[in-house]
């Protein structure tokens, strides 16, 4: 099973930038979906994007245009490229693995799952 660690996260003004990174331990990252997820204070955590092993992807309608989701199958690395950011993208954001098709915005039905990496945006 891959473990994942988040990386990336901060303080940034609103229309600004961010890149989160997600390192993947684990000969067999290439086989796996991996998602990004958030989840802000008083709200459930919620889908964000993925890509699956073809990298294909998929965005959730709250960021698609702004943000980009892209995986280095040599690094174990997964990237969420996040632009043009607004207060209300403040949350934790989380990295998940799943080794399976299905509903890739269900997050019970991701594997592993990191402890989140925190993003701040200011208006």
């Known amino acids: 099973q891959v473990q994942v660690v988040e990386s990336g996260g901060g303080l940034v003004q609103a229309g600004g930038s961010l890149r989160l990174s997600c390192a993947a331990s684990?000969?067999?990252?290439?086989?796996?979906?991996l998602g990004w997820f958030r989840q802000a204070p008083g709200k459930e955590r919620e889908f964000v994007a993925a890509i699956t092993w073809s990298r294909d992807t998929y965005y959730a309608d709250s960021v698609k245009g702004r943000s980009t989701i892209s995986r280095d199958n040599a690094k174990n690395t997964v990237y969420l490229q996040m632009n043009s950011l607004k207060p209300e993208d403040t949350a934790v954001y989380f990295c998940?693995?799943?080794?399976?098709?299905?509903?890739?915005?269900?997050?019970?039905?991701?594997?592993?799952w990191g402890q989140g990496t925190q993003v701040t945006v200011s208006s």
């Open positions: 998940a693995a799943r080794s399976v098709p299905g509903n890739l915005k269900a997050a019970y039905e991701y594997d592993s």
């Open positions: 684990g000969r067999t990252f290439n086989r796996y979906i």
